[in-house]
Every structure is written in structure tokens, then in C-alpha cells.
């Protein structure tokens, strides 16, 4: 670390779980943020300005005017850029010192895996089912901790699914693939953007004390966020010993 870095990281450093440590184990890093909308914004943005080493965004959507309102990387001049170029361009302004990857594309269960494996943590900022149990299942795969998002209307939520870790479940164990949830879309039920931005933000948070082991992480609890009473509760999640995602890990017999 330079002179330089130590400047820009000092607030970070200054932090007694953190330190120097910590930044260094930040600078080494690698993220891997699949979606750079609502969610991804501000997570890109805060995982770049502390300097995570390299960050790889997923996106194949291009900046549409009516993202603006709460997707905070992107810009009104950059209306119809890629997004990943575009958030790579916000991060670039906050931090030139990283590596970006941009990744303009819907990434397949099988690219996912490949992703994945290249990364230390994992943020779903994605806004499918679909997507979101094929992220899960290669960060089971992999054994890569991945740090969950979600925001709709007023009403936003966030977990850490840590495979590593034994005791805690995976997204699949709490939201099962087969089981019937409604997708619902922001594009037709709205989204408050501070309610996404706090979901967004607290995914950078968790992420980024994963990568310097700043601990307890967010794994075993599912944290909600009302953003209409203003109000944050959490609830203690378990591992299924039934899921078809983690039910059996290497070296466990299945109950
Ligand atoms: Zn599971």
C-alpha cells in the first residue's frame, strides 16, 4: 500500500476490526455483483470506494430513463449505455486505482459457475427467481458466501447464505425453487429508491466485512426493512436439511 492508499483507505484503517489487515485483505479481493441496477448501484459504488480489488458487474440491461429515479451509479447522459459500462464509469470517477469487469450479458447457470468460482464473495442484486436460485446454487457449488438482496415498493430484505459455515442455510433453503412465490416487479408495483439504496448499501456492508473478517456476519438471520414505518426487524433462519441446494454437502451424510 502507498502513500496514496493510505490517504484514501485512512477512515477505513483507522476502524480497530479493520486496519490495515483489512484493507490489505480488501485491496486482494474479488467481488462478483451480478446486477447494477437498484441494488447494484450503490453496493458497486461503496465496494469501489473502498477499494476492493477487483470487481466483476453482470448486467446485459441497457440505463433506461426510468431507472433513474433510483439506480444511483448511473446518469442521465448515459441513457441507453450498457449498465455495466455505465456503473463502471461511476465506480472509475469514485476509485481509477481497481479492476473492473464488465459482463454485458444474462449470465447462464454455467457461466454463472465460472463466475463465481473466480470470486471471494458473491452479491446478488439481481430481481428474478430465476436468477436467484441459479447464483445460489453455484455459491453452494463453489462454497462462496453470497450476500442477497431484495427490494419491492417499500419493503426491502437481505441475508448472507454462507455455505462455508455448517449451520448456516442457503436461499434455497429458505425460498425453496419449487415452491409457488409470486415475482413481483418493480416495473409494475414501483420501488421507493431509498429502500433500495439501503438494501444495496447493506449488501456492500456485509460484503465488505466478509472480505476483511470483520465479524459476525449476516449469516443464519433474514433482516427486513420497512421503509413506510421506518422500521428494521430480523429473524433467526435455518438450514433445511430437506434442500435440494444444500441438503447434502461434501463429506455430510444426508439426515
Ligand atoms: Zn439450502
Known amino acids: 500500500m502507498d502513500d496514496q492508499d493510505l490517504l484514501r483507505y485512512s477512515r477505513h484503517i483507522l476502524l480497530e476490526e479493520f486496519g ?13 455483483v451480478i446486477g447494477a441496477g437498484g441494488l447494484g448501484s450503490p453496493a458497486l459504488l461503496y465496494l469501489a470506494a473502498a477499494g476492493v480489488g477487483r470487481i466483476t458487474i453482470v448486467d446485459d ?20 449505455a450498457p449498465k455495466v459500462r455505465s456503473a463502471a464509469e461511476a465506480m472509475r470517477a469514485l476509485n ?13 447457470p ?19 427467481f430465476a436468477t436467484r436460485h441459479a447464483i445460489n446454487q453455484a455459491c453452494v457449488s463453489a462454497g462462496r458466501p453470497l450476500v442477497a438482496g431484495a427490494a419491492i415498493r417499500f419493503d426491502g430484505q437481505l441475508s448472507v447464505y454462507d455455505s462455508r459455515d455448517a449451520s448456516s442455510p442457503c436461499y434455497a433453503c429458505l425460498f425453496p425453487p419449487d415452491s409457488e412465490f409470486e415475482e413481483t416487479r418493480c416495473a409494475v408495483l414501483g420501488a421507493f429508491g431509498p429502500v433500495v439504496g439501503t438494501i444495496g448499501t447493506l449488501q456492500a456492508n456485509e460484503a465488505l466485512k466478509l472480505l476483511a473478517g470483520v465479524q459476525p456476519s449476516l449469516a443464519g438471520r433474514l433482516l427486513m426493512f420497512d ?6 426487524d430480523s429473524m433467526k ?18 439426515a
Open 20 to 32: 490495515i489487515d483489512g484493507q490489505e485483505r480488501v485491496s486482494a479481493g474479488h467481488v462478483l
Open 61 to 80: 440491461d441497457r440505463v433506461d430513463l426510468t431507472n433513474l429515479q433510483r439506480q444511483i451509479a448511473h446518469s442521465t447522459e448515459r441513457v441507453d
Open 96 to 108: 481509477p486505482t481497481i479492476r473492473i469487469d464488465c459482463v454485458e450479458q444474462r449470465a447462464s
Open 110 to 128: 454455467t457461466e454463472l459457475r465460472t463466475l463465481v468460482a473466480e470470486a471471494d464473495v458473491v452479491l446478488d442484486c439481481s430481481d428474478n
Open 227 to 232: 421503509g413506510r414505518r421506518t422500521t428494521f
Open 237 to 254: 433462519v435455518a438450514r433445511d436439511p430437506a434442500c435440494g441446494v444444500c441438503g447434502h454437502r461434501p463429506g455430510e451424510t444426508r
